[in-house]
């Protein structure tokens, strides 16, 4: 396969990915932001949403305070921003439509279909109670391309690129959204346990479509942060998981050292990051820090991905 060719197909995964990825940040900095608490500056929320989506250097060049509005501009509609939904969408289908006889008719069809739908959408109509439903159908969309992958794309070369770029940027997605908690986003003098606490714990779930399956995996009635954690890295029957993206980064990696016979410098790096995660707990992670270990496999990840470009002559 030429290198142009898998580029495009791991970005158009990527990007699709990324699109729905950043509705789910929005949507975490929404609900909190909504949390009714006193004496707190809102704008702080907003602030922690951009810096866990790794666009807050972009915003602040242009706005001087991150309102709600304007956070919602830049991450949705903003075309300066080249993670804003809009720009997903359309370097997605931009991608797509330059190897159009490498993909489906059903996966041109559901990107296609976004882009044309989404540029319909005037920001200026975007009202609060508009937000919420509209960032369900960003999700809905992406999934839909997901969907229309997974069930008619053969199982080449072109099927691993296109799961490399839907991994490694969920997990990036789900460190991120995980470190926004962790990180940012619990107040110094905050009871840890509260209720607060534990609304902010149920509303990182939901944003990443756990929250019934955490309920059943562990039991219990209360949502703890050392459950969720090891919930969304450790576990990987939790398709979010930073363990279940890597598990399939993994086995990409190992079939398309099988298909070209040889095992690159990303193939030895996806292992070793697999690697890593099953061979640790969240006790070891938690004494060392769980920022720093979020932190590390960030950096891992963007690593990779580096490499797989290198490696594959996407460029």
Request: glycine share 2%; proline share 3%; hydrophobic share 40%.
């Given at each position: 396969m030429l290198g142009r060719t898998a580029a495009s197909l791991y970005w158009t995964s990527r990007y699709n990915e990324r699109a729905e990825n950043m509705a789910r940040l929005l949507e975490v900095g929404y609900r909190i932001a909504m949390t009714p608490r006193l004496g707190q500056d809102r704008s702080d929320d907003w602030r922690s949403?951009?810096?866990s989506a790794g666009c807050d250097g972009a915003f602040f060049s242009k706005y001087d305070e991150p309102t709600k509005r304007a956070v919602v501009q830049h991450m949705l509609f903003d075309r300066d921003n080249p993670s804003s939904v809009r720009s997903c969408i359309e370097a997605a289908r931009n991608n797509a439509r330059s190897v159009r006889t490498a993909i489906t008719g059903e996966m041109w069809e559901s990107l296609n279909t976004t882009y044309l739908e989404f540029m319909d959408i005037r920001p200026q109509h975007m009202t609060d109670n508009k937000l919420p439903d509209f960032l369900a159908w960003i999700k809905q969309r992406s999934m839909l391309f997901r969907g229309a992958m997974l069930g008619t794309l053969m199982r080449d070369a072109g099927y691993h690129f296109s799961q490399f770029g839907a991994f490694i940027?969920?997990?990036?997605?789900?460190?991120?959204?995980?470190?926004?908690?962790?990180?940012?986003?619990?107040p110094d003098n905050e009871m840890?346990?509260?209720?607060?606490?534990?609304?902010?714990?149920?509303?990182?779930?939901?944003?990443?479509?756990?929250?019934?399956?955490?309920?059943h995996a562990y039991?219990?009635?209360?949502?703890?942060?050392?459950?969720?954690?090891?919930?969304?890295?450790?576990?990987?029957?939790?398709?979010?998981?930073?363990?279940?993206?890597?598990?399939?980064?993994?086995?990409?990696?190992?079939?398309?050292?099988?298909?070209?016979?040889?095992?690159?410098?990303?193939?030895?790096?996806?292992?070793g990051t697999l690697s890593l995660l099953e061979e640790t707990s969240m006790n070891r992670i938690f004494q060392g820090g769980l920022h720093e270990f979020l932190t590390d496999l960030i950096a891992r990840n963007n690593a990779l991905g580096a490499q797989l470009a290198s490696d594959y002559h996407f460029s």
């Open positions: 949403t951009l810096v940027e969920r997990t990036d997605n789900t460190a991120r959204i995980l470190d926004v908690k962790y990180w940012i986003l619990l840890i346990g509260g209720d607060l606490d534990r609304y902010q714990w149920t509303t990182i779930l939901r944003s990443v479509s756990a929250h019934r399956s955490y309920r039991r219990d009635a209360q949502v703890r942060p050392f459950n969720v954690a090891e919930f969304l890295i450790l576990r990987k029957e939790m398709p979010r998981s930073i363990s279940y993206c890597y598990d399939w980064i993994s086995e990409s990696a190992a079939a398309l050292a099988i298909r070209y016979q040889d095992s690159p410098v990303s193939c030895d790096m996806a292992h």
